[in-house]
């Protein structure tokens, strides 16, 4: 039986293998957090519209197909705040849901700039990493620990 499906896989056109393949295998989402500082030391957190238990949070977003974490962090944060920044590197890697993965990315961002806030953004705030707000995901506050602590060795699971 093993020999007559990898004849009939090898055989079939990528496109089939690829639809096989889509609908065998689980699915799941990639998502991309930015921990963002200023020169001084603050980080951006933003309140959110659309979350309720935890209204305040970092810029966030998934990830679209062949993005690199990096690049989708920068363009969470222009499309949310309107703000510039900078990618420095992947920082941990957090199962959050049993379908959903996302990547924490250190950055950098001038808190100069004039913020021009997207419909999913009521406010922001440069806050310090030891005054980070109440109403914020704790694997968010546990991101922003260890963004701001000397140990960036790449991280998986949830702090």
Not at 21 to 40: E, I, K, P, Q, Y
Not at 135 to 159: F, H, N, W
């Amino acid at each position: 039986m093993k020999k007559l499906l990898s004849l009939v896989y090898r055989c079939a056109p990528v496109w089939v293998t690829r639809i096989l393949l889509r609908n065998v295998n689980t699915t799941f989402s990639m998502g991309v957090v930015g921990v963002f500082f200023a020169a001084d030391g603050t980080v951006l957190v933003q309140r959110h519209v659309y979350r309720h238990q935890y209204p305040w949070g970092l810029p966030s977003g998934f990830l679209n197909a062949g993005e690199a974490p990096e690049d989708g962090a920068v363009r969470e944060l222009k499309e949310e705040a309107g703000l510039d920044g900078r990618a420095e590197h992947v920082i941990g890697i957090y199962h959050i849901h049993p379908r959903h993965l996302e990547f924490a990315v250190k950055g950098a961002v001038d808190r100069a700039q004039p913020p021009r806030l997207s419909h999913e953004i009521f406010e922001l705030a440069f806050v310090s990493p030891d005054a980070l707000p109440e109403a914020m995901p704790p694997e968010q506050k546990a991101m922003v620990r260890r963004a701001a602590s000397k140990d960036l060795a790449l991280r998986t699971g949830v702090d």
